[in-house]
């Protein structure tokens, strides 16, 4: 088997577009929530969100589609990024492109016809050249491939909030396994419209504590109330070590573990024992042959949620007996959650963190809830100089998983 | 890891051949073709002449076992589910695998939120001028929505379902949406077991085309062809390593010898278009229960996606 290193990272994200603004702005605690700008939310419960503040420079096809489907823009970008870090500016049928996300948008004005819903007119309207009622999961890869080059495989995870970890976990074994040369993976994701923050509203998920602002999302914090949604792309180039190397390239990491599990428990509440997110953690650490203590960092799901932060520490307490050396990180803190392509972005922490030497801080943690001891980096970023760091990515409806990188110590 | 021999042990379907496994293989070995209806909500559009498969009525919930879990599913997630049940109990799965062991590799369709949910929300929110406005969307138009539709339209719900109804606990992916995607999950399965990742896999896909909406993005994208009939529809099957279903003395339908999923540079045959419909994600899984009841050794289709999906069966020993 081989050894699979990260040569390329793109992100665009509520708190800074390209690595070097992500990463500084984490680094500092800078929140990236705010009111929601994208439409009038004022009647909603839920008004705040962290949105992308600066439009991505797209090519016109691309531009076309993100101007009602803002994620696929936010792929592109990443993608463009990702590529050009680590040297390519083609795929080709030695690479797979795996890349996760939650759910189409439906933009409910476009069946509105004469002052009324009425799907007969939208239809013919639609088909006579009008707005198009869907945009599939998959319009992003198609784009992506017909910039750069049609990819050997084109896969699309919608596994909600674990989509785009498992798109890397899964992308890294078929490199590892030499099904593929190189990989292009990570996940994008926008719910920030009416029905997206509608629906996870109505779901109760939300927090509804405007008046926070930029601290409203505040995951282990004992006044948490809920998520805040966030919006993005982050995505990875994954190459052979040994190309890798030959090839001059710079490494950012190791990718070296992936677990998933299903909880099996219920659809929007986790199982409270933690038993899905101490399996996907224990996978990950099987699969990296390491032993839960030379896990100097964790990036934490951490939602905000009151179950899900719980449940969480609790996992993570079960699987790392030395927890209380562990520091974590909760970056929704300031991204808000960017569901499917959560996974990446905070893979893309991680990769930063171990770069840089700093963990960066959940600013919005004054008080720690009950049940949610761990070792949290609050108020300034931490530093480090650990060589093994873990990411959880807890879906909506029990999908699981966890990613371990290693720092790369410049050795084949 | 050693590669080991991969069967066939359990066998769902729910297609307008037939609404179980069983059913489906023995109209297509009497030769049945679907019938087909016209959409009354396309009446009267372009699209009124498309024709759609007919799934014939079923007890879901009697099937299910379970009245309380199908409010929250969608077509396509009540599909999946009943197609997965009927898979996993002719397998035995429960009974002889632990949850952790089972993993679970899905194919979904594109969305499909049902029209008459939703357009009450949209009536809720139209304002004095006849447009639609977010305010009151979120004055009467979200207060009135049913809020189990949000887990009608998450697209990994279904995939969520079967996972809690069936107590599978081990690895999953969920690929969407069309035919080389859901044939990639079933090649991901067949890997798993082979490779010891996990002790036996169920895998398909479900995905409800004919839905109005769907149907008009299909046409649109030169997807539906003229006489393509889509069909809602689903297909699970369970894999096991072969030595297992020995030790165990289980039913063993085929041997995979392989699962290939290849880009293809233009259209190409789809061997159940002119019999069960046009049914995207889960013609794959579809194709692969039909081989596995009928002892086919070969079996291909070309997806809308220019991909082809190709499986190898043997016999199991």
Redesign the interface.
């Known amino acids: 088997m081989r050894r699979v290193v990260v040569t390329g990272f793109g992100v665009v994200s509520p708190v800074g577009c390209g690595r070097e603004a992500f990463w500084s702005a984490l680094a500092e605690g800078r929140s990236g929530i705010g009111p929601i700008t994208r439409f009038d939310c004022s009647a909603f419960d839920v008004r705040l969100a962290g949105e992308v503040k600066e439009a991505p420079d797209l090519p016109e096809p691309v531009a076309e589609v993100a101007a009602e489907d803002p994620k696929v823009g936010f792929a592109f970008a990443a993608v463009r990024e990702a590529l050009d870090a680590a040297g390519l500016n083609r795929l080709d049928s030695r690479t797979v492109l795996h890349l996760g996300t939650s759910l189409e948008i439906f933009d409910l004005s476009k069946v509105i016809c004469g002052g009324r819903p009425d799907f007969k007119a939208a239809v013919g309207r639609s088909l006579a050249g009008g707005p198009r009622l869907q945009f599939p999961l998959d319009t992003a890869a198609r784009l992506i491939a017909e910039e750069y080059g049609r990819p050997g495989e084109s896969l699309t995870n919608c596994s909600a909030c674990a989509a785009s970890a498992q798109a890397i976990g899964h992308s890294w074994r078929a490199v590892r396994d030499a099904r593929w040369e190189a990989a292009l993976c990570g996940g994008f994701d926008s719910m920030i419209n009416p029905l997206g923050v509608g629906g996870f509203q109505m779901l109760g998920a939300l927090t509804t504590d405007n008046d926070r602002g930029p601290q409203a999302c505040r995951p282990f914090d004992a006044a948490r109330r809920g998520a805040v949604l966030g919006e993005g792309a982050a995505v990875l180039v994954l190459e052979p070590l040994e190309k890798a190397r030959a090839e001059g390239k710079a490494v950012l990491a190791e990718v070296c573990g992936y677990g998933s599990s299903l909880d099996a428990f219920g659809l929007s509440a986790p199982d409270p024992d933690g038993d899905g997110a101490v399996r996907a953690m224990q996978g990950a650490l099987r699969e990296a042959g390491i032993s839960s203590e030379a896990v100097a960092h964790i990036n934490t799901h951490g939602t905000g949620t009151h179950l899900n932060d719980e449940v969480e520490a609790r996992a993570i307490r079960r699987v790392f007996p030395t927890w209380e050396r562990i520091p974590v990180a909760a970056t929704k803190s300031v991204t808000g959650h960017l569901i499917g392509a959560a996974g990446a972005v905070e893979a893309g922490a991680c990769l930063m963190t171990l770069n840089r030497g700093l963990i960066p801080p959940n600013p919005s943690l004054s008080k720690v809830a009950p049940g949610c001891e761990l070792m949290h980096v609050t108020g300034r970023a931490a530093r480090f100089d650990g060589e093994y760091v873990l990411s959880n990515s807890f879906g909506f409806g029990g999908q699981n998983a966890a990613l371990i990188f290693r720092r790369y110590d410049g050795r084949a | 890891m050693r590669n080991a021999d991969v069967v066939i042990t359990g066998v769902g379907m729910v297609t307008p051949l037939g609404t179980t496994a069983r059913d489906t293989a023995d109209a297509w070995r009497t030769g049945k073709v679907l019938a087909g209806r016209l959409l009354p ?7 009124e002449d498309v024709s759609v498969g007919v799934l014939a009525e079923f007890d879901a919930a009697k099937r299910l076992g379970s009245r309380k879990a199908i409010k ?1 599913m969608s077509e396509a997630a009540l599909l999946g589910c009943v197609a997965a049940h009927e898979a996993a109990l002719d397998a035995g799965l429960r009974r002889r695998f632990q ?2 062991e089972v993993g ?1 590799f899905a194919g ?1 369709g ?2 499909a ?1 049902d ?1 008459h949910q ?2 009450p ?3 809720e ?2 304002d004095s ?11 009467r ?2 207060p009135a ?1 049913d ?1 189990l ?3 009608r ?5 279904p ?3 079967i ?2 109804q ?13 035919e ?2 859901s044939g ?1 999950a079933l090649r ?1 399965a067949w890997q798993a077991v082979a490779s010891g990742e996990v002790s036996a896999a169920i895998a398909g896909a479900a995905d409800t085309p004919a839905h ?3 149907l ?2 299909l ?2 994208s030169g997807v539906l062809g003229g006489h393509d009939v889509p069909s809602n529809a689903s297909a699970y099957l369970v894999l096991e390593r072969a030595e297992t279903a020995a030790r165990d003395s289980q039913r063993m339908y085929a041997r995979i010898e392989s699962v290939e ?1 290849t ?1 293809v540079d233009g259209a190409g045959p789809d061997p159940l278009r002119a019999r069960i419909g046009s049914a995207f994600a889960a013609a794959p899984a579809i194709l692969l229960a039909l081989a596995a009841q009928l002892s086919w050794r070969e079996a291909s289709l070309c997806g809308s ?1 220019r991909c082809r999906i190709a499986f190898r069966l043997g016999e199991a020993a």
Not at chain 2, 41 to 47: F, I, K, Q, S, V
Request: glycine share 8%; with cysteine.
């Open positions: 909500e396309l009446a009267g559009t372009p699209m929250y949850p952790e679970l979904t594109l969305a939120a029209v939703v357009l929300l949209i009536q929110s139209i001028n006849g447009r639609f406005s977010t305010r009151l969307l979120g004055e138009g979200l929505t809020p539709l949000s887990f339209i998450l697209a990994n719900m995939a969520c379902l996972s809690i069936e107590g599978i606990k081990g690895p999953s992916y969920i690929f969407t949406p069309w080389g995607q990639a991901e109005p909406a769907t008009v993005y046409r649109q999923v880009p996606d």
